[in-house]
């Protein structure tokens, strides 16, 4: 089992990123896939969750309207779109899998991607 995060880089606010994460080794039947960050100094937060058991999205507060995740089945492969970063966007993002359903508390991930640095700074 592997995700493969990829996608961070530097930017400026106001700029877009597209993250994604490559999986691999599993099903996506049963399986919720989502984006976990962590800023310095902070613990994990869920930022955007895809339920492919019960179809449901969720997006963190701080980042609706701005972040969308999505799809490609045939690739096997999750994309968070990140539109008009903010610097407190700046942090470790982090793909991951969590049974069934997309649970905001980190205890529930029972697998991690790597993490790939996003930096929003001018």
């Known amino acids: 089992v592997q995700l493969q995060a990829s996608g961070g880089g530097l930017v400026q606010p106001g700029g877009s990123l597209r993250l994604s994460c490559a999986t691999s080794?599993?099903?996506?039947?049963?399986?919720?896939i989502g984006w976990f960050r962590q800023a310095p100094g902070k613990g994990r937060e869920m930022v955007s969750c895809?339920?492919?058991?019960?179809?449901?999205?969720y997006y963190a507060d701080s980042v609706k309207g701005r972040f969308t995740i999505s799809r490609d089945s045939a690739k096997n492969t999750v994309y968070l779109q990140m539109n008009s970063l903010r610097p407190e966007d700046t942090a470790i993002y982090y793909c991951?899998?969590?049974?069934?359903?997309?649970?905001?508390?980190?205890?529930?991930?029972?697998?991690w991607g790597q993490g790939t640095q996003v930096t929003v700074s001018s």
């Open positions: 895809l339920g492919n058991v019960d179809g449901n999205t």
């Open positions: 991951t899998r969590t049974p069934m359903s997309c649970l905001t508390d980190s205890v529930y991930v029972d697998v």
């Open positions: 080794g599993f099903t996506w039947d049963y399986y919720a």
